[in-house]
């Protein structure tokens, strides 16, 4: 630390070292960060609400395996998988900038770049969790698995994650709004302009886990407007982008002192 008129300032970093690609330190403080009472809550209120949905429906209309696929496209894949990765995406990040801590792990000597990949590892991690483990067992609860449903949609679910998880952490280096800015894009995007306007199917994350779910259930009600290979090369390629964003976005910010 330097010490001016103004009080303590935290010095520039030196040379990058450490881990290139995961720095089990960052992976600690996000996940502090993220698995904290008050945002642990919110992460859980979707995955228990299908849960409560599933057994209900189970109860009420028995085992079917076309309300099983819709309800688990419907309500896991179209709403919770996207409403978490905000969660998790923009938390994973957001804070940290919003109230200048961010600054003090920017000082150390840690790649920019292994930063943002290991907040993403977390954040999927976390995501993957929360969606994709409810979501394997509501579709063995509500037909056991039947035309291997449950496997497909956590398969999806999983596979969303990433790409959500990229989105929306690069969403909160960019703005302050990411939280707004992601629930307009998970609720508008996803939800409703994903479902109802053909054209825009083909930049819907859904319908990429879509195709992958339809690849992995033996069940003709589920279908996606993408093809596979599509839907894996846009996968890759937004989950890649996202990415590297974020890392240039973050490589932007100067720390005080820093020339």
């Known amino acids: ?89 923009t938390g994973a ?11 003090y792990l920017l000082a150390k000597p840690i790649r920019r770049s292994t930063i943002i990949l290991t907040k993403l590892v977390v954040a999927i991690a976390v995501t993957a969790a929360f969606c994709a483990v409810p979501t394997l067992i509501a579709g063995l609860i509500l037909n ?15 596979v969303a994650s990433v790409a959500y998880a990229a989105i929306f952490l690069m969403l909160g280096v960019i703005t302050r709004h990411a939280v707004v800015v992601g629930l307009v894009y998970a609720l508008v995007w996803e939800g ?14 859904q319908q990429w886990a879509l195709a992958v779910a339809q690849k992995v259930s033996e069940n003709s009600t ?4 993408v093809s596979l290979p599509t839907s894996v090369v846009l ?9 590297w964003f974020a890392v240039r976005k973050l490589s932007t910010l100067k720390l005080a002192g820093e020339e």
């Not at 056991?144 to 999983?158: D, H, I, K, S």
């Not at 409703?192 to 994350?205: D, I, K």
């Not at 589920?222 to 407007?225: E, F, I």
């Open 144 to 158: 056991g698995n039947g035309q291997r449903l449950a496997v497909a949609f956590a398969v999806a679910a999983a």
């Open 222 to 225: 589920v279908t996606s407007d």
């Open 1 to 89: 630390m330097t010490t001016t008129a103004a009080g303590p300032r935290p010095q520039a970093a030196g040379p990058s070292s450490g881990p290139a690609l995961f720095h089990p330190t960052v992976a600690r403080l996000t996940y502090r960060g993220l698995l904290g009472r008050r945002r642990a809550l919110l992460l859980l209120a979707l995955p228990m609400l299908l849960l409560i949905i599933v057994v209900a429906v189970r109860a009420l209309a028995g085992q079917d395996d076309g309300t099983t696929a819709d309800l688990l496209r419907s309500f896991a894949l179209a709403a919770m998988v996207p409403l978490v990765g905000v969660i998790a995406g």
């Open 93 to 103: 990040i957001g804070p940290e900038i919003d109230d200048g801590a961010i600054v």
């Open 192 to 205: 409703v302009v994903g479902n109802l306007v053909p054209g825009a199917r083909t930049l819907s994350v």
């Open 235 to 243: 996968l890759v390629v937004a989950t890649c982008a996202a990415t």
